[in-house]
Every structure is written in C-alpha cells, then in structure tokens.
C-alpha cells in the first residue's frame, strides 16, 4: 500500500518525519530566514535534498551550493552538511542506505 503525506499537514517543528516508516528516511526541513543547522553527518547514507520553496546554502565539507526551489542535490551522507536559509525556506530530504559502487 502506497504512503501519501502532505507536507502541510506535518507538525511545525524543524525537523518533522514525513512518512511513519524509515524506509527510506524522509524528512521535511523547515528553516526560517537566517537559520542555519550546525555541521554533522550521516554515514551510510546517500541523501537526496530538494528545497520546495525558498533557498537554502547548502554547505558540504565547507563548500557552499546554492538551491533554489525545485532544485535538488545528492550527495554521500559521510560528507559535513550544514544548511542555512537566507529567506524562510522548506526542504525535503530523502536518507537511503548508501550502496556499495
């Protein structure tokens, strides 16, 4: 059976779970203008990002991408990842089990 969310109706907090299972981990990112997440890491995980709206600085490993809304990046869950919203921004991300290639 199919899983249907929308992200309007997940709670305010900044990180919210959009669907009730882990597989794969998928979760709404919501920073007000001027927020930033501190640096950290997800090992063994490869990781989709999509900003739905606004845009976010996203930096990897001290390097900073640009994404606007309905842009999205992929990268490998060991790199430092440290968003920050320059306007208020919503973004969704997808955590899958990194693969062996």
Known sequence: MPEHAALADLPPQ?????????????????LEAGDE??????PGFD???HV????????????????AAGELLRFGG???ISPRAPVDSTAVLVFAPAGDD
């Open 52 to 67: 739905v709206d606004g845009r976010m600085e996203l930096a990897l490993d001290g390097e900073t991408h640009e994404v």
């Open 14 to 30: 900044m990180h919210a779970p959009v669907f009730e299972t882990d597989r794969p981990k998928t979760v709404r990112l919501r």
């Open 78 to 80: 060991d790199r430092d």
């Open 47 to 49: 990781i989709v990002f």
């Open 37 to 42: 997440v501190p640096a950290h890491s997800h």
